[in-house]
């Protein structure tokens, strides 16, 4: 405990991340599958086997094999590497559209968590209106309205997680509002946005990171599944939501690899996002050092 | 009828077994009351918690015998544990409002109980219920019984825990520090009202508290407990008279009590000359009918109603009063936290009451008007390690950085006795005496003129407590500091403060010179608060001198 008190701040950091890997092998897991999905999304396009928009009817709907591992579609493009360059994309989608919600909704909840009163009661009402209606609905409509682009399908995802965001700050900023520390801080020079900002929010960290991780899936079954039907990313383009979309027509007819496998990454990556979010939070939770 | 031989309870933690209480032994006869006194984590409650079985997840009793009327409660089994809680031994928790379900009548939380040891039918629940309540000298108790735990004050709420506790006529009550929290007369009515409880139905009972004073007044014989061991056993008039132990003699020297000084209140090894006492100046703060109402339901709500009072340069000024009295709000009027509703605050003739709250921040005597805190561990930003909560006044009104600000911080740790190398820990690493220091070090950085101290030694044992009103008191003389020193307990106020201010209802009721209003009291109020305070008996000197 001395020597990790003693120790520069910075590899006291490292060494708490370690420590939380070590203690916990389930986060353990849900990191190592995070950085395989991680180098997937970096490296996917260059390790390809097979161009993914490259048609070759002569090999259409092969069952997988040691060339095709995962098979191939009704074009004979090759799955495994349409599946493997759609990590990025999709990655990028629920990335994007998490960082985005999670800005928003932390400025929007922790300015109606402090001040309260007009603030609190104007954007309270705004963020129910927009939980009143079915999530779903809600961002296909955004998507339709705004034209089929991954950025508008990365806004409309924003859009219907930022309640979330906002009321769980609202509630852990307010909680704090009137906390000694907050006090000692005003004492010692910082006005409110600078309380706010330094001394309150970081408080809400360990909870919000629980919500990023569980978010972080949605956003990625979200933007599937606008492409699923039809909404957002177009064909050709690799995408898992359209390739499940694509494949379940043949699942009758026993061709099961075309939707299977990109389904498959689907659920992995929303699992692994579901597992990190506990190790997130012991992460950012200075409390968890001993 | 209890009787524990040596009693050994342990802990499962991540850092391995942790041994709690380690032999215990104590008997308690039929109708006697046992103080168990011990500071934090002596092991006092956990042993409480073995005696009904209801440790904490990770705990269990590792060794030793306790057997209650023939009953062996170690090995019990959980139904027998059942019936034996509540209907032969019933408890008393610390937070009576945590200890009552808000949600449902205090009327019906008692018939629970009855029902549920087979007291009362469904049919006389109700009559029997108030008459429990009727028991704890509730007025109007019928009509008690639909009220909500909410609707309730502080006081009125341990009197209905007392009542559960008692519903089931049990055989041993046990408290566990059951006036924390509670106001100084609520204190002494809850603990008298006890007592005659407990000696009208022939009871034995356990009190497990921090305090030594109220432990004396209110107990037989002391159990005095330090990590998980007996230190010493005795009637309570001589454990507390001629303690023989060094650890109890310890404890009986930091309890604040009447006619000692603040130096004797430490271990006698580390008592040194007490502190000069500052020259006075001239008037550092006028406060002139200071006022603050809140907008209510029916009118405005005035927590403040116009209170006049000078504090001189380098005076140290006590101000008391009982929670709902207006002080907490009067300290933060004056710390510009709190807008102020009228009235002016003279800063050495400068009306401070005139700059906004909001505004105060970039005013050039932000530096000067200081705070302690009450609570050490809620006023440490738990995302910050020490260095960092001292450093951020610094950097943000004296504008220091680099290397100054690191020299300075550690000038301000080690004025106020912190080691250098626990200024990287985060507050959940440090303890309760060692978060003190920091809160206290955040305040004296900027070499304030003026600094409130809002109780700030209330969540402290008394050993800590005694080191910190002393270093408060070196650091007075030392930096030349003008102290407010905002408390409920007038023996510590005695301790540390020139001038006493005493308030009720947002008013002021009396003030003067400490010992004239200590010793003189004018206000029936004030009177009624000193005596209220537990009045231990005072050490006989000749055996102190002697061992």
Same mark, same amino acid.
């Given at each position: 405990?001395?020597?990790?008190?003693?120790?520069?701040?910075?590899?006291?950091?490292?060494?708490?991340?370690?420590?939380?890997?070590?203690?916990?092998?389930?986060?353990?897991?849900?990191?190592?599958?995070?950085?395989?999905?991680?180098?997937?999304?970096?490296?996917?396009?260059?390790?390809?086997?097979?161009?993914?928009?490259?048609?070759?009817?002569?090999?259409?709907?092969?069952?997988?094999?040691?060339?095709?591992?995962?098979?191939?579609?009704?074009?004979?493009?090759?799955?495994?590497?349409?599946?493997?360059?759609?990590?990025?994309?999709?990655?990028?989608?629920?990335?994007?559209?998490?960082?985005?919600?999670?800005?928003?909704?932390?400025?929007?909840?922790?300015?109606?968590?402090?001040?309260?009163?007009?603030?609190?009661?104007?954007?309270?009402?705004?963020?129910?209106?927009?939980?009143?209606?079915?999530?779903?609905?809600?961002?296909?409509?955004?998507?339709?309205?705004?034209?089929?682009?991954?950025?508008?399908?990365?806004?409309?995802?924003?859009?219907?997680?930022?309640?979330?965001?906002?009321?769980?700050?609202?509630?852990?900023?307010?909680?704090?509002?009137?906390?000694?520390?907050?006090?000692?801080?005003?004492?010692?020079?910082?006005?409110?946005?600078?309380?706010?900002?330094?001394?309150?929010?970081?408080?809400?960290?360990?909870?919000?990171?629980?919500?990023?991780?569980?978010?972080?899936?949605?956003?990625?079954?979200?933007?599937?599944?606008?492409?699923?039907?039809?909404?957002?990313?177009?064909?050709?383009?690799?995408?898992?939501?359209?390739?499940?979309?694509?494949?379940?027509?043949?699942?009758?007819?026993?061709?099961?690899?075309?939707?299977?496998?990109?389904?498959?990454?689907?659920?992995?990556?929303?699992?692994?996002?579901?597992?990190?979010?506990?190790?997130?939070?012991?992460?950012?939770?200075?409390?968890?050092?001993? | 009828?209890?009787?524990?031989?040596?009693?050994?309870?342990?802990?499962?933690?991540?850092?391995?077994?942790?041994?709690?209480?380690?032999?215990?032994?104590?008997?308690?006869?039929?109708?006697?009351?046992?103080?168990?006194?011990?500071?934090?984590?002596?092991?006092?409650?956990?042993?409480?918690?073995?005696?009904?079985?209801?440790?904490?997840?990770?705990?269990?009793? @590792?060794?030793?015998?306790?057997?209650?009327?023939?009953?062996?409660?170690?090995?019990?089994?959980?139904?027998?544990?059942?019936?034996?809680?509540?209907?032969?031994?019933?408890?008393?928790?610390?937070?009576?409002?945590?200890?009552?379900?808000?949600?449902?009548?205090?009327?019906?939380?008692?018939?629970?109980?009855?029902?549920?040891?087979? @007291?009362?039918?469904?049919?006389?629940?109700?009559?029997?219920?108030?008459?429990?309540?009727?028991?704890?000298?509730?007025?109007?108790?019928?009509?008690?019984?639909?009220?909500?735990?909410?609707?309730?004050?502080?006081?009125?709420?341990?009197?209905?825990?007392?009542?559960?506790?008692?519903?089931?006529?049990?055989?041993?009550?046990?408290?566990?520090?059951?006036?924390?929290?509670?106001?100084?007369?609520?204190? @002494?009515?809850?603990?008298?009202?006890?007592?005659?409880?407990?000696?009208?139905?022939?009871?034995?009972?356990?009190?497990?508290?921090?305090?030594?004073?109220?432990?004396?007044?209110?107990?037989?014989?002391?159990?005095?407990?330090?990590?998980?061991?007996?230190?010493?056993?005795?009637?309570?008039?001589?454990?507390?008279?001629?303690?023989?132990?060094?650890?109890?003699?310890?404890?009986?020297?930091?309890?604040?009590?009447?006619?000692?000084?603040?130096?004797?209140?430490?271990?006698?090894?580390?008592?040194?000359?007490?502190?000069?006492?500052?020259?006075?100046?001239?008037?550092?703060?006028?406060?002139?009918?200071?006022?603050?109402?809140?907008?209510?339901?029916?009118?405005?709500?005035?927590?403040?109603?116009?209170?006049?009072?000078?504090?001189?340069?380098?005076?140290?000024?006590?101000?008391?009063?009982?929670?709902?009295?207006?002080?907490?709000?009067?300290?933060?009027?004056?710390?510009?936290?709190?807008?102020?509703?009228?009235?002016?605050?003279?800063?050495?003739?400068?009306?401070?009451?005139?700059?906004?709250? @909001?505004?105060?921040?970039?005013?050039?005597?932000?530096?000067?008007?200081?705070?302690?805190?009450?609570?050490?561990?809620?006023?440490?930003?738990?995302?910050?390690?020490?260095?960092?909560?001292?450093?951020?006044?610094?950097?943000?009104?004296?504008?220091?950085?680099?290397?100054?600000?690191?020299?300075?911080?550690?000038?301000?740790?080690?004025?106020?006795?912190?080691?250098?190398?626990?200024?990287?820990?985060?507050?959940?690493?440090?303890?309760?005496?060692?978060?003190?220091?920091?809160?206290?070090?955040?305040?004296?950085?900027?070499?304030?003129?003026?600094?409130?101290?809002?109780?700030?030694?209330?969540?402290?044992?008394?050993?800590?407590?005694?080191?910190?009103?002393?270093?408060?008191?070196?650091?007075?003389?030392?930096?030349?500091?003008?102290?407010?020193?905002?408390?409920?307990?007038?023996?510590?106020?005695?301790?540390?403060?020139?001038?006493?201010?005493?308030?009720?209802?947002?008013?002021?009721?009396?003030?003067?010179?400490?010992?004239?209003?200590?010793?003189?009291?004018?206000?029936?109020?004030?009177?009624?608060?000193?005596?209220?305070?537990?009045?231990?008996?005072?050490?006989?000197?000749?055996?102190?001198?002697?061992?």
């Amino acid at each position: 405990m001395s020597a990790l008190a003693e120790a520069p701040r910075a590899r006291g950091a490292w060494a708490h991340v370690v420590y939380v890997l070590r203690d916990n092998p389930v986060t353990l897991l849900s990191f190592s599958m995070f950085a395989v999905i991680l180098f997937a999304a970096i490296f996917g396009p260059a390790l390809a086997p097979y161009d993914p928009l490259a048609t070759d009817a002569a090999s259409a709907l092969q069952p997988p094999s040691a060339s095709h591992w995962f098979g191939t579609d009704n074009l004979g493009r090759d799955v495994f590497s349409r599946a493997l360059v759609a990590t990025r994309l999709d990655l990028l989608i629920s990335v994007a559209a998490v960082l985005l919600s999670f800005v928003i909704g932390s400025v929007l909840g922790a300015a109606a968590g402090y001040w309260g009163g007009w603030v609190d009661a104007g954007l309270s009402r705004v963020l129910d209106t927009i939980m009143a209606f079915p999530l779903f609905v809600l961002a296909m409509g955004i998507v339709a309205a705004l034209g089929n682009t991954v950025e508008n399908i990365v806004y409309a995802t924003a859009i219907i997680n930022v309640p979330f965001y906002a009321r769980l700050v609202r509630a852990e900023v307010n909680i704090r509002r009137e906390a000694g520390f907050a006090l000692a801080a005003r004492l010692g020079g910082n006005g409110h946005v600078r309380t706010l900002a330094f001394h309150i929010f970081p408080n809400a960290l360990p909870p919000m990171m629980v919500q990023v991780s569980l978010n972080l899936g949605w956003a990625i079954l979200n933007a599937a599944g606008l492409s699923f039907i039809g909404l957002g990313v177009r064909p050709p383009t690799a995408e898992w939501g359209i390739m499940v979309a694509e494949g379940a027509n043949f699942i009758v007819s026993g061709e099961w690899w075309l939707a299977i496998f990109p389904g498959l990454c689907l659920m992995i990556t929303v699992f692994t996002f579901n597992l990190m979010g506990d190790g997130l939070r012991d992460i950012v939770d200075p409390r968890r050092r001993t | 009828m209890l009787s524990i031989k040596d009693l050994a309870v342990s802990f499962r933690t991540r850092r391995g077994e942790v041994d709690a209480v380690r032999g215990v032994s104590f008997e308690l006869a039929k109708g006697e009351t046992l103080g168990v006194v011990g500071e934090s984590g002596s092991g006092k409650s956990v042993t409480s918690y073995a005696l009904m079985r209801i440790l904490d997840a990770g705990g269990w009793i @590792k060794a030793g015998e306790a057997t209650y009327s023939g009953v062996d409660l170690r090995r019990a089994s959980e139904r027998e544990m059942r019936d034996i809680r509540g209907r032969e031994i019933s408890m008393i928790f610390q937070n009576p409002r945590a200890a009552l379900n808000p949600i449902r009548k205090v009327g019906a939380q008692i018939e629970d109980v009855l029902r549920r040891h087979g @007291k009362a039918t469904s049919a006389n629940a109700r009559a029997k219920a108030i008459e429990a309540l009727e028991a704890v000298r509730i007025n109007d108790a019928a009509a008690r019984a639909e009220a909500y735990p909410f609707e309730l004050s502080g006081g009125m709420c341990q009197r209905i825990v007392v009542a559960i506790a008692l519903a089931c006529d049990p055989r041993l009550l046990i408290m566990d520090e059951p006036t924390t929290g509670l106001d100084i007369t609520t204190q @002494k009515a809850v603990m008298d009202l006890t007592r005659e409880l407990i000696r009208e139905r022939g009871m034995s009972a356990i009190l497990i508290t921090h305090d030594l004073g109220l432990a004396s007044e209110y107990c037989d014989r002391l159990a005095v407990m330090k990590d998980g061991k007996i230190v010493e056993t005795g009637p309570a008039a001589s454990v507390f008279g001629a303690p023989q132990d060094v650890y109890t003699r310890r404890l009986v020297d930091a309890t604040p009590r009447r006619g000692v000084s603040i130096r004797s209140l430490l271990p006698a090894e580390a008592r040194t000359a007490p502190p000069p006492r500052p020259a006075l100046g001239g008037p550092l703060l006028e406060v002139l009918r200071l006022e603050k109402a809140y907008p209510g339901k029916s009118g405005p709500v005035r927590a403040v109603k116009g209170v006049t009072f000078t504090i001189r340069e380098g005076q140290s000024v006590g101000l008391v009063g009982e929670s709902g009295c207006g002080k907490s709000t009067t300290s933060s009027m004056l710390v510009r936290l709190l807008d102020v509703t009228s009235g002016s605050i003279l800063f050495r003739g400068e009306d401070i009451a005139a700059i906004p709250a @909001k505004d105060f921040i970039r005013h050039p005597l932000r530096r000067d008007i200081q705070m302690v805190f009450q609570d050490a561990t809620d006023s440490l930003n738990p995302r910050h390690a020490a260095r960092d909560s001292i450093a951020d006044p610094l950097r943000r009104l004296a504008g220091l950085s680099g290397a100054r600000l690191k020299a300075k911080v550690e000038e301000a740790a080690e004025l106020v006795g912190l080691p250098i190398h626990l200024l990287d820990r985060f507050p959940h690493q440090l303890s309760g005496g060692q978060k003190a220091r920091v809160g206290i070090a955040r305040a004296v950085a900027l070499d304030p003129k003026f600094l409130i101290l809002d109780e700030p030694t209330a969540a402290l044992d008394v050993s800590i407590q005694a080191v910190v009103l002393n270093l408060l008191a070196d650091l007075r003389a030392k930096l030349g500091m003008t102290y407010l020193f905002v408390s409920h307990d007038l023996n510590v106020v005695r301790l540390l403060c020139d001038h006493v201010i005493v308030m009720k209802g947002g008013e002021i009721i009396e003030q003067g010179p400490a010992e004239e209003v200590m010793d003189r009291p004018a206000h029936p109020y004030t009177k009624s608060l000193l005596d209220a305070a537990p009045q231990p008996p005072a050490p006989a000197p000749r055996l102190r001198a002697a061992v």
